[in-house]
């Protein structure tokens, strides 16, 4: 059995996700309150001047000009931050693929910050692209909890978590499932993942 993800779901999920993260609220007020600047800078500044006392002189406008433009361009790397806050809300998953084999559910997904963690992280000796996998047998779930507003599932039970290359996500021995640990899933596929869960665990 195998679960695809819903991308339109995925979407909505991140929107709703963002909408309650304190991050994404800081740097979307801070987004406004830069942009607004540069409005007035370049705007209102220089029409309220001249209705009141003509024509700015040319060295004060190449300087409310410069101001506002540099704060222009601080807008490019606030609204890149915005963009990958957004993300981290719900993780920043992606190549999912979820399926069952065994009464073993297998996951695997890449993500954004791979490559640095590669970099960072002298333990991962992976050529090619870099793959999280998470196994989790399904007859030792301990526990399954569901954030409806977050669409957020947690499974406590009986798991595998490791790297492994994108090349290598066929080949994996899931015979060393034997830690307990829990992992977050949020459910954007089809069929539903969290009833899926819910049914094997009865």
Known sequence: MEFVVNKKLKK??????????????????????MFLIVIYLLFICPICYRLKYGELDFDTRMILNS?????????????FLKYRFKNLTIGEREYE??????????????IFSDMITRNVDSTIDIDGEIRHLVA???NR?????????QHKIVVEGIMLKKYTSASNTKNIDLS???EFDTFDFYD???????????SKSE
């Open 67 to 79: 101001i506002g433009l540099t704060v222009l361009l601080f807008l490019i790397p606030i609204s």
């Open 97 to 110: 693929n979820i399926k069952v084999k065994d009464n073993i559910l297998i996951y695997t997904y890449g």
């Open 12 to 33: 909505l999920v991140k929107i709703e996700n963002s909408k309650k993260s304190i991050a994404v609220k800081i740097v979307w007020l801070l987004e406004c309150i």
């Open 188 to 198: 954007y596929y089809s069929p539903s993942l969290y009833e899926y869960l819910v």
């Open 136 to 138: 989790i047998d399904l």
């Open 176 to 178: 060393s499932i034997s």
């Open 141 to 149: 779930i301990k526990n399954i909890s569901y954030n409806k507003d």
